[in-house]
């Protein structure tokens, strides 16, 4: 990399960070383990929805300890409505397998902590440098924005090896007294001024010493491929409840979307109607009327959705429970919005 701006950069990216970054609940700590909780709930989500998670979690985990103890139920209930239920699955077991191989403590270096379940090369080398402030790349699609800018990177950040490019250009580039802020402050720039669009070069306190600013064109980087096509699939989800109040639900796989959350049954359309199922599951269907209908958009499916609510007679077998009962299950977002509609 042939860039003659390396200290001027640096200096004015850790000076603007340290007298404006956001104040946010997991800057307050170095506590590893708390990092890492808040970069992995971080992952494809915006800031201002994490907070609130992030505060009610650490309440109810406070520790490692805590947390590798903790039901999955019980956990995935605290995730419920964040999303990406993976995360919270691996963070867990990543947390277990440094309490069984590190004593419990979360290993401070790239090689060991990049072992853990659910940790990649940028959440181990977020944990490295905010907590440990050992100056480590961690490279996301902000950092890749705003280094693409910088440094006038024209090649497609959307193709895997592209990463490797800004990897090694914030090792070089990195304030090596100063890591936690430096890469702090790349994120930061890049959620709050080194926007996709309109990025306020005016307001950027690295101005100066960006190419892209100069040639006179930061919108046209960084470089990016479109995404594959979004599959679309169509569902009934059917809402049963018994003469005492009880509904069905079932529980998801333990292995792939949404795993081993609780739902009501969905049908996808064309596999089986709905007369099928209730033939299948539940007798004498007292009342059937449509609850419901909408979309939920996740990152590479849409699922369109039509709720139907009855009543029944006779329950077959299944997981019949309470309303109370189901309150306490964790459950995909899509059947939190049906169980709220029920309630009303």
Not at 37 to 50: A, G, H, I
Not at 92 to 114: C, K, L, M
Not at 168 to 197: K, R, Y
Not at 301 to 314: F, N, P, V
Request: contains cysteine.
């Amino acid at each position: 990399m042939n860039y003659p701006y390396v200290i001027e950069f640096r200096q004015a990216l850790v000076a603007w960070f340290e007298s404006e970054k956001r104040d946010l609940p997991w800057r307050h700590t170095t506590d590893p383990y708390k990092i890492w909780v808040s970069e992995v709930m971080l992952q494809q989500t915006r800031v201002d929805t994490v907070i609130p998670y992030y505060n009610r979690f650490m309440e109810s985990f406070p520790t490692l300890e805590v947390l590798a103890d903790a039901p999955q139920e019980y956990l995935l209930k605290h995730w419920e409505g964040l999303g990406y239920y993976s995360r919270a699955r691996n963070l867990q077991a990543g947390v277990r397998e440094v309490i069984e191989t590190y004593g419990g403590v979360v290993p401070n270096n790239r090689h060991d902590i990049s072992k853990l379940k659910g940790v990649g090369p940028y959440t181990a080398g977020a944990i490295l440098s905010i907590a440990y402030n050992q100056p480590e790349h961690a490279v996301d699609g902000n950092v890749m924005r705003v280094l693409s800018r910088v440094l006038h990177i024209h090649e497609d950040i959307a193709l895997p090896k592209t990463k490797k490019i800004f990897e090694e250009a914030v090792e070089q580039l990195i304030d090596p007294q100063h890591a936690s802020s430096f890469n702090q402050g790349l994120m930061e720039l890049g959620a709050l001024i080194c926007t996709p669009t309109s990025p306020k070069c005016l307001l950027c306190p690295v101005r100066d010493y960006c190419i892209a600013f100069h040639e006179g064109e930061p919108e046209k980087l960084p470089v990016k491929s479109k995404k594959v096509k979004m599959k679309h699939i169509t569902y009934d989800v059917l809402v049963c409840e018994d003469a005492d109040g009880r509904l069905l639900v079932e529980q998801r796989p333990e292995t792939g979307l949404l795993a081993n959350l609780w739902q009501f049954p969905m049908i996808e359309q064309g596999t089986e109607t709905i007369e099928q199922w209730l033939q299948a599951y539940v007798t004498d269907v007292q009342t059937q009327q449509e609850l419901l209908t909408f979309k939920h958009v996740f990152s590479h499916l849409t699922w369109q959705i039509t709720a139907h609510y009855m009543r029944c007679q006779t329950p077959m077998e299944g997981e019949w429970l309470t309303r109370e009962q189901i309150a306490n299950l964790p459950m995909p977002v899509p059947m939190l919005k049906i169980f709220q509609a029920i309630q009303k």
